[in-house]
């Protein structure tokens, strides 16, 4: 009897003495469970509806799309006119224009979506809200969520999908990236003289060759120029505007924008601007675009929806390159002689600050959320790294001599940075703020574009 008592006194005192430490260890454990720690290619593809709305089936195309089936209960009418993806219920400023696809009472219908998937989701799941642009007859332009989509992403979905695209300015031709090894895959023509800029809408490569004073529309697919578009004088940059209508260039030489359709391939406007006009941006809307004309050291404020100047800003000296925050309240303009990039309001079309660069900043771009702004210096051969909050350098990152274009990938894990002596593309690591890799491509490389699948990034 008292050997039993014994027994029982010193589970008790196991339990209290070691109980403590398993439940942690247990909570610990279903923690890990929970974020996919222990399954990450085990994560249950679900789709959440709204309430009135049913999701199924999300998957990732070969184009790079995220295609789900729905249908809707609500409207005995409904006419979707626009997707849209995000990874907050907050809802996006612009949506991806689809064919008009009627959702009637009951009708199940496929719809595509262009979502953040990005290469740092590989082996975790990602987490994104679905969002339809629609018309009924009783309303137009409506905005609705209709679903949460979980789904795990491997590096299958990455591997032919992901490419990158640069202008090599001294040998005429684009160099083609795979981005899921960063290895050279192709080298197509640039459809012209001194490629410049480049953007990539689709399957096409809209490319600006300076030296011959036309944009190049290019089938990315097997290299074939469709069109060959005359520009105005040296046009430098190009850019798109978010909807993929319009294609915009800066002609350098001849003080104005081309304005290309890209239902037609064809120029439907010229925009005279200032003196030597280097880039040009839009901002997230579509309703705005700004162009930094390095002669005259003005920024030009242009309304989208007739093509006419609405305001001239003054900024540093040798405005050159320029960059849009995500919610569009500010404009970053890098100003190659001043060393630094003035800051913009949007509102007021006014500038409220500047940020201080490195020697000779050539090229600017920010990460996704506007936190952070890079810099490539060309005169001291680093990237600058800026808190656009209040405007302190966190870090430089040397890279090497000659830099002309830094690019930031969608996800922000890494930097793609041109250099025109070593005629080399690096590869940056942003967390370690390290050169990973740096590959070869062709003479004086110029500019970046950005594709994964039909889904483009573009920079200016």
Known sequence: MRIR??????????????????????????????????SQFEVPTACYSSTGFYCANPTIGTSGYLNVTMSQTIFSQMSIIGTACSTSQQAPLTFQNINTTDVNTGQIVKLNFKCPILYANVGSPFSGYLWIL??????????????????????????????????????????????????????????????????????????????????????????????????????????????????????YGSNNITVISTATNSAVASINVG????????NPAGTYMYVANSGSNNVTVINEQNFQP????????????????????RVFVANYNSDD???????????????????????IDLTTDGAFLYSA???????????????????????G?????????????????????????????TTSGKVVKTIEVGSQPTNIGMAYGTSSYQHV
């Not at 008790?12 to 974020?35: C, K, P, Q, R, S």
């Not at 990039?341 to 090229?363: E, H, K, R, Y």
């Not at 210096?377 to 890279?399: F, H, K, Q, R, W």
């Open 5 to 38: 008592n014994l027994a029982a006194q010193s589970a008790m005192e196991y339990i209290i003495t070691y109980g403590w430490a398993m439940l942690i260890i247990a909570i610990v454990l279903a923690a890990l469970f929970n974020m996919y720690v222990f």
């Open 134 to 251: 629609y018309n009924t007859p009783q309303l137009t332009g409506q905005i609705q969520n209709f679903g949460k989509v979980i789904l795990p992403i491997s590096s299958a979905d990455f591997k032919n999908s992901f490419y990158v695209y640069v202008t090599n300015y001294g040998s005429n031709n684009i160099t083609v990236i795979k981005m899921y090894n960063f290895t050279v895959v192709n080298s197509i023509t640039s459809g012209g003289i001194e490629p410049s800029g480049v953007v990539i809408i689709r399957s096409y490569a809209y490319v600006s060759n300076y030296g011959s004073d036309n944009v190049a529309v290019i089938n990315v697919t097997n290299g074939e120029v469709i069109k060959s578009i005359p520009v105005g004088y040296e046009p430098i940059m190009v850019s798109a505007s978010p909807n993929g209508k319009y294609v915009f260039t800066a002609n």
């Open 275 to 282: 003196n030597a006009p280097y880039s040009v941006i839009s």
């Open 310 to 329: 609405v305001a001239s800003i003054n900024v540093g000296q040798d405005p050159i390159a320029l960059a849009v925050a995500p919610d569009g309240t």
């Open 341 to 363: 990039a003035s800051i913009i309001s949007t509102a007021t079309n006014a500038v409220i600050g500047s940020v201080p660069l490195g020697a000779n900043p050539i090229d």
């Open 377 to 399: 210096n060309y005169g001291s051969s680093y990237i600058s790294y800026i808190n656009t909050t209040n405007g302190n350098v966190v870090t430089e990152i040397p890279v």
């Open 401 to 429: 001599s000659g830099i002309n274009t830094v690019v930031v990938t969608p996800d922000g894990a890494y930097l793609m940075v041109t250099q025109q002596y070593s005629n080399m593309v690096s590869l940056v690591n």
